[in-house]
């Protein structure tokens, strides 16, 4: 098969391997239909973590159930099926609390010994407890939006319940990728009244508006710190989302936020200075987030999506074929793509 590999830094490359095959009873093997590439995904592209020549790349992805294990359930060969970003077995102490994340016997796509998910084919370990298969194969049309449930549609909805988000209320949203005009959407979904979204580039800003932002703002740093409070009568707001991870992108996120609000914190995290947990203590901000409970979001949100009420797929603004993926990071990386949609 076909799938796409690192090979060192900006050196994307897509090649044959293996086919996968069952090795567990539990496992399945995914026909992919569709991926994509993550903003965290760029990481590694961009050398900031180190990876091994010829690391497997992708960690979203849906497609049909291939072949399944003996010891496999709730699945079918043919079925249409979601796969979350990391896999996990569903019946640890962890996943029993829905923090499947934190899966004792979990793992991520794309790490040593695992097929990434861009690519043409995917062994999935502990598939019952991993894969979200739907009752009818979906319209076609839906896949881009199917596809956002894998990652970054739970993402930024986890960053809008780790912000304790409400009716009426008023959130901000820090980064304006996929992760955080997503974000914009669940604070919509939840019933935020006001949405300040913070976003410099006019077709981001155009989605997040499509999503429910009611506040555009282009400063960053304490100038959008400044823009923010006076949005808010100089006291910031009670729900921030922080959806970059980089050193600024927190602190602004600590100083949008009014004494005693909350940050729901889900970029993953580039720090090089702990100051901002001291912010935290001094303004009485709570912060709360991490990597998204994927697997125990997607049946919720997916009732939404196939009812038509939730249609996060206009992150999508680029789709390409899998053996451009070379492409798809490049514009990704150059701020020239949101997010790319890649077809085996």
Not at 36 to 55: E, F, N
Not at 170 to 187: K, R, S
Request: glycine share 12%; net charge negative; proline share 7%.
């Amino acid at each position: 098969m076909r799938a796409a590999s690192l090979m060192a830094p900006r050196h994307v490359v897509v090649q044959d391997v293996p086919d996968p095959v069952l090795l567990d009873a539990t496992d399945a093997i995914v026909e992919v239909v569709a991926s994509c590439v993550c903003g965290s995904d760029l990481w590694p592209y961009r050398g900031i973590h180190d990876t091994a020549p010829g690391q497997r790349l992708g960690h979203e992805f849906v497609g049909h159930v291939l072949a399944v294990g003996d010891a496999v359930s709730t699945l079918h060969v043919g079925q249409f099926v979601i796969a979350p970003f990391s896999w996990s077995d569903g019946t640890c102490p962890a996943c029993r609390d829905g923090v499947t994340i934190g899966c004792e016997n979990g793992g991520f796509w794309g790490q040593s010994g695992s097929d990434g998910g861009q690519g043409q084919l995917v062994r999935v370990p502990f598939a019952d407890g991993t894969l979200v298969g739907l009752a009818d194969e979906p319209d076609p049309a839906l896949v881009p939006a199917l596809l956002t449930l894998s990652d970054v549609m739970p993402t930024g909805h986890h960053a809008a319940v780790c912000a304790d988000v409400q009716p009426g209320s008023t959130v901000v949203v820090v980064g304006d990728g996929a992760v955080g005009l997503c974000g914009v959407l669940a604070a919509h979904r939840l019933g935020a009244e006001r949405i300040i979204a913070l976003s410099r580039h006019a077709p981001r800003q155009a989605v997040a508006r499509a999503f429910g932002a009611t506040d555009i703002i282009a400063e960053r740093g304490r100038d959008a710190v400044r823009a923010v409070r006076d949005l808010t009568d100089g006291l910031g707001a009670p729900h921030v989302l922080e959806c970059v991870g980089s050193q600024e992108s927190l602190e602004t996120a600590i100083h949008c936020a009014r004494r005693g609000g909350s940050v729901g914190f889900v970029g993953v995290p580039h720090l090089d200075d702990p100051k901002p947990i001291a912010d935290l203590f001094g303004r009485s901000v709570g912060l709360r987030g991490g990597g998204a409970w994927v697997r125990s979001y997607i049946p919720e949100l997916l009732l939404d999506v196939l009812a038509g009420r939730l249609d996060p797929s206009p992150v999508f603004d680029l789709e390409l074929p899998l053996e451009d993926a070379a492409e798809a990071y490049a514009a990704m990386d150059e701020r020239r793509a949101i997010k790319v949609l890649l077809r085996p």
